[in-house]
């Protein structure tokens, strides 16, 4: 029997025949022995289907209930599996794990170091989750970091109306505006791109002010 289907089995003490597991069902069941040892041998497992059903029962867990749920030696092994799975070679696993980084992030002292390489990595989804956790690991004050996205070019779609968005450069300059107390969310430019539009925040404002005010800033 595989990992998985170890905590399959144990799902399916609370759900329907046939019916898809939901984060619901997930908290339905107790956090006994039994169901520890299965996350514990789904977390040490490298088959990409044991990995991603452990962080799905985890995350489920964790929403419901508080961390002492679980017991010390879980975490004591979680920990490091933790920081190896930031580096493994399914992207779906690496960027779970890169969340339950962020969240256990007390237990490593290489912390900020780890999420400024991916704040800077070429993998989207990794530079995206270190964005949204910046203010987690920068030291106050500390904007550069932030410039570079200034020209970044991911242009994501969230309308029907086919206008796309520079994402990453509309969320790093909101984080800029939280960390030097300013507004610089204001105006928002647009150009033609592959065939649509792509909008984003003018970044003009703050690089003006930016040059006048970096020696005050990290």
Known sequence: MTPEQELRNLAAKV????SPLMDADIQKLNVDSELVSALENCFSSDRQEDLSLAFLFLGALLEKNKPSIFPVTFYEKLVPRVRALIQDKHSYVRYRALELFVWLRKNYSDYRTVMMENLVASD??????????????ANPGEVFP???????SYAADYS??????YELRDSALQKVSDIVG???CNERLTQPHEGTTVSWFDWGPF???????????S
């Open 15 to 18: 759900t329907s025949p046939g």
């Open 124 to 137: 989207l989804g990794a530079k995206r989750i270190a964005l949204a956790n910046y203010e987690t690991y």
């Open 146 to 152: 932030l410039v570079r996205f200034s020209t970044d």
């Open 160 to 165: 029907m109306n086919s206008t796309q968005f």
């Open 182 to 184: 300013i507004n610089f």
């Open 207 to 217: 690089l003006e002010w930016w040059e006048i005010n970096k020696r005050s800033y």
